[in-house]
């Protein structure tokens, strides 16, 4: 449980320096006022973000022991840690570089290279994933339609991977915003996987419009 701040707490303020803009002073003040923040300098964890997924591995019971996980997105390294930390052997992907982690095998490049998907089946031995996570987020240019096209089309090539490498009942989650997953995806799910749906973690800010789109049960894949 993550303590709230509450009216008695004193907010932490921040001084705009000369060379800041004032958009880095705000995110800098909310960052220094985020509970999820001090939870998890507290306990280790990478970022706030790993609390995302451990909400939802409490919602839904995502990882067990001896599950092979794939972590697209995986800087900086939060994910990796709670399935590591449950006794799964993770394959993270991401552009930026992560300090090394228990039971981790890391690999720094861009997934929409072709290579990519190649790369990431030759570190999992050529063997089948019970679960393939994707918090991959492009960066936002401010123009709503041309970010929501942007990070669907990282969600649709996070798909179409899953497909080559789940297992049968396997699980894939990925970041979505503004509304949740467009209809033709969904669709497409829908016939690949019993149940989908969209969570949107405590973890989450409130403000954020990200959710997540946690389909369940792949229908594909070789037992």
């Known amino acids: 449980m993550v303590k709230k701040r509450t009216s008695r707490d004193k907010a932490v303020r921040v001084k705009t ?9 705000r995110w800098l003040e909310r960052q ?6 001090a939870k ?4 280790g964890y990478r970022g706030r973000a790993a609390f995302k997924i451990k909400e939802i591995d409490e919602k839904i019971g995502l990882f067990e ?7 697209l997105g995986a800087a900086p390294g939060g994910w990796c840690q709670v399935a590591a930390q449950k006794g799964c052997k993770v394959v993270g992907l991401d552009l930026l570089e992560i300090d090394p982690l228990p039971d981790v095998d890391f690999v720094q490049m861009d997934f929409t290279d072709d290579d990519a998907p190649d790369v990431l089946i030759k570190m999992m031995d050529n063997q089948k994933a019970d679960v393939v996570l994707s918090d991959m987020g492009p960066n936002t240019t401010g123009h709503r339609n041309t970010d929501h096209l942007r990070i669907m ?3 649709e090539l996070a798909y179409h991977f899953c497909k080559d490498v789940l297992k049968p009942e396997g699980t894939f989650i990925a970041k ?5 997953t467009q209809n033709e995806l969904l669709a497409e ?3 690949d996987f019993k149940t989908i749906k969209h969570i949107k973690p405590p973890a989450s800010r409130k403000e954020s419009s ?5 389909a369940q049960g792949f229908r594909g894949g070789n037992a």
């Not at 220094?32 to 923040?37: A, E, K, M």
């Open 153 to 155: 089309m990282l969600v």
């Open 32 to 37: 220094l006022n985020d509970p999820y923040v």
């Open 40 to 43: 998890a300098q507290m306990e």
């Open 210 to 214: 990200e959710t997540y789109l946690v």
């Open 189 to 191: 799910m829908k016939k």
């Open 65 to 71: 022991k001896g599950m092979l996980v794939v972590d």
């Open 17 to 25: 320096a000369k060379k800041r803009k004032n958009s880095s002073t």
């Open 176 to 180: 979505v915003r503004q509304g949740g």
